[in-house]
């Protein structure tokens, strides 16, 4: 079954401290993985694409295979980085299947 | 260009009743993707239409119905509603090859109460 999995519901750091969001993936094929931010009382946006293999705002996003994840970094969080992120698996180029989600809180 | 608009913002209709949602994507593209959002289920995909034709369905029941037109514009419909059909809707617009940069806009949702 395709899945993604999102493990932590919230994860909250300090202002300066580094961040990994994680994102485990189960597709037989090759994946088309995403991540999605959803900032207070905003629209959900792309934040990255795996195969544009980009960073933005900060944030970078390896897919490993071999581990079948996905996960988000940054090197430094910031406080307007306190959002929900969603990790989203391209299905067939006509659906994307979320993870739930996890709750980045970063604090100074 | 414009975004993906999806009308009406609210929505607060009586169990037993049936909705229609609207969702007009970014001008060019032709494919168009519901979701549901719910505190306890996430992000769900309910259905996906490119060009006038379905071509991907989720695990919604029948109640669940959708359609595109000629202009891209699609419809969501909800018959027969539950209280468990709260939730904030929300549309996605892609060119639908699968292949652009950009992936799926979504629109800022339809807020749909049921009670």
């Known amino acids: 079954a395709q899945r993604v999995t999102q493990p932590e519901k919230l994860l909250s750091v300090f202002k300066g401290a580094p961040v990994e969001l994680k994102c485990n993936y189960s597709y037989s094929g090759s994946p088309e993985l995403f991540w999605y931010v959803q900032y207070s009382r905003q629209r959900l946006q792309l934040l990255l694409r795996h195969i544009s293999r980009e960073s933005i705002k900060g944030f970078t996003a390896d897919l490993n295979k071999g581990e079948t994840s996905f996960h988000l970094k940054k090197p430094f969080a910031q406080e307007e980085d306190s959002a929900m992120y969603y990790c989203?698996?391209?299905?067939?180029?006509?659906?994307?299947?979320f993870g739930k989600g996890t709750t980045l809180s970063v604090s100074s | 260009k414009a975004g993906v608009t999806q009308t009406p913002r609210y929505l607060i209709k009586t169990r037993g009743q049936q909705v229609t949602l609207s969702c007009s994507p970014i001008s060019g593209h032709r494919s168009v993707s519901w979701y549901q959002q719910t505190p306890g289920q996430g992000l769900q995909f309910l259905f996906e239409?490119?060009?006038?034709?379905?071509?991907n369905k989720g695990n919604f029941p029948g109640r669940f119905s959708g359609r595109q037109f000629s202009n891209s514009r699609s419809e969501m419909n909800v018959s027969t509603l539950e209280l468990g059909d709260s939730a904030l809707y929300l549309c996605a617009s892609s060119d639908g090859t699968g292949k652009s940069n950009y992936g799926y806009t979504f629109g800022s949702g339809t807020r749909l109460t049921v009670v």
């Open positions: 989203a698996l391209n299905q067939a180029g006509t659906a994307l299947i």
């Open positions: 239409y490119f060009s006038e034709t379905q071509r």
